[in-house]
């Protein structure tokens, strides 16, 4: 059965019968996603089950999980673990680290001369 069958056939009629009214497909996808994220699935996996080419369409899920910053955070620490009573200062860092998750994401050329000396 195509999609438009699908939704024709079987999703509108069940939506019906079961009183529900003001949804449609997207919001059942938009709905999934969101709780894939509040249940502590990554966004990259998000990104493939939704099937979205570049991660900014993704990323506006990413409010939804702030304890993944934490998480991000206590994975790599040497000195020790990042508390929820620190978590309203991640928020306030969330421009500058979806800053530069940007950068890494699209990572500008280098400059030979700079590569040079760095080796």
Not at 11 to 34: M, V
């Amino acid at each position: 059965m195509d999609s438009r069958a699908f939704l024709r056939r079987s999703f509108e009629p069940d939506l019906r019968r079961a009183g529900i009214t003001g949804a449609c497909w997207h919001s059942l996808r938009h709905r999934a996603a969101s709780r894939r994220v509040m249940a502590g699935v990554d966004l990259v996996s998000v990104k493939e089950i939704l099937g979205h080419r570049d991660i900014e369409t993704t990323m506006r899920y990413a409010h939804l999980a702030p304890g993944h910053l934490r998480d991000a955070v206590n994975r790599g620490s040497l000195t020790g673990t990042v508390t929820e009573d620190e978590e309203e200062a991640e928020e306030e860092m969330q421009p500058l680290i979806l800053w530069c998750a940007r950068r890494d994401l699209n990572p500008q050329p280098s400059d030979p001369k700079s590569d040079a000396l760095s080796n």
